[in-house]
C-alpha cells in the first residue's frame, strides 16, 4: 500500500514515515525543506521510501504523485509553537489556506481518477482554543465559540476542506487532532527570531524544549511564560505516528475525526520542576514568571475515549520517559550549535 505524505521533513513526520514503513507502506514524501532547511533522516535511503523536494502548494505536482497512491496524509503546514501565532499571524492563515486548497485539490482528483481512497489531514487541539467544555470531546468545535488566533482558525478551516470535499465529491476523510506532541527532531526554524525568555533566547517555540534549553544552559530561575498553571496533554511523537497509521488503516476511521492524546494533564509549573529535577537533582527549583502570550491558552483537556473505543489507541509513553529522550538530544543539539 502507497501513502503520499506531505511535510515530510517536518517534526511530526519524523515519527510518521518511520512507523509507516516499519508497517510495510511504501512512502513517498513531499517537503520544501521551508521550516529548518534541508534535513536528513534514518529512513531516507530505505527501498519504501521515496523523497520529492517539492512545495505542497503546487497542486499540478500533488495531482502528479497521487495518481498511484492509495492513501494521502496531508501533514504539510506553517506550524510553530504560541510565539509563532503572533509573529506569523496572517502568513499562517494565508500560507497554510493555500496549502490545503492543493491538498484537497490533489486529492479529489486522485479520488476522481485514480486510486486514491482516502485523504487522512492533521488539524490541532488548536481548534478548540475556545472550548467550554472539559475533557472536550470530538464534536465541541462546532459547539464551541471559534478560535481566535489565525492558526486555530485555519486548522478548524481544514476540517471544513474535508468535510465539503466529502459531501461534493465523495472523498473520504480521517480528522487527526494531535495534543502537544513531544519528541526530538524539532529545532531553531529558519524563519524564527530572537526572542529573550530572561538571559537566554528562545530556541524553539514549543514549551518543552524550550524549557530544556534554558535549564541546560544554566539560566537561574528558570523563566516560564505566564503563571506556569496552563494545563497541556503531552503526547510522545511516536505514539502520535501510530495513532495516525491507526486512522490510515481502520475501516470505522473512514469520515470520523478523533483526538489522538496522551490522556494525563500537566500544568507548565509542573513540567518545568520535572525538568529541571532530571537536569538538576540536588538543586532546589527556582522559576519567575514572564507575561504570557496573547493566545495562550489555558487549559487544553482531550476527551480521548473516541480513539480508544474505535481505533483501540492509547498514548502510553509517560512525559518522564518522553524528557529522557529529549534531555540529551537538545543538549547535543547545543554542543553542535543548532540550537
Known sequence: MKVLVTGAAGFICGYLVEQLLEAGFEVVGVDNYSKYGKVRRAYDDHPRYRFHAADA???????????????????????????????????LLATNERITASSFDAAIHGYKSGRLKKITVLSSSMVFESATRFPTPEGHQSECPPPLSTY??????????ARGAHEQYGLPYTIIRPFNCVGIGEQRALSDKDIMSGNVKL???????DLVQKVLKGQEP???LGDGGQIRHYTYGGDLARGIRLCIEHPRALNEDFNLSRDQSTTVLELAELIWKKIHPNKPFRYVSDPPFQYDVRKRVPDTRKARTILGFEATTSLSTMLDEVIPW???AIANGTI
Open 57 to 91: 502548494r503546487d497542486a499540478d505536482t500533488l495531482k502528479d504523485l497521487i495518481k498511484d497512491c492509495d492513501h494521502f496524509v496531508a501533514v504539510a503546514a506553517m506550524i510553530g509553537g504560541i510565539s509563532y501565532f503572533h509573529e506569523f499571524a496572517f502568513d
Open 152 to 161: 486555530g482558525f485555519q486548522k478548524l478551516a481544514v476540517e471544513y476542506f
Open 203 to 209: 530556541a524553539m517555540s514549543h514549551v518543552v524544549p
Open 222 to 224: 528558570l523563566h516560564i
Open 330 to 332: 537538545v543538549r547535543a
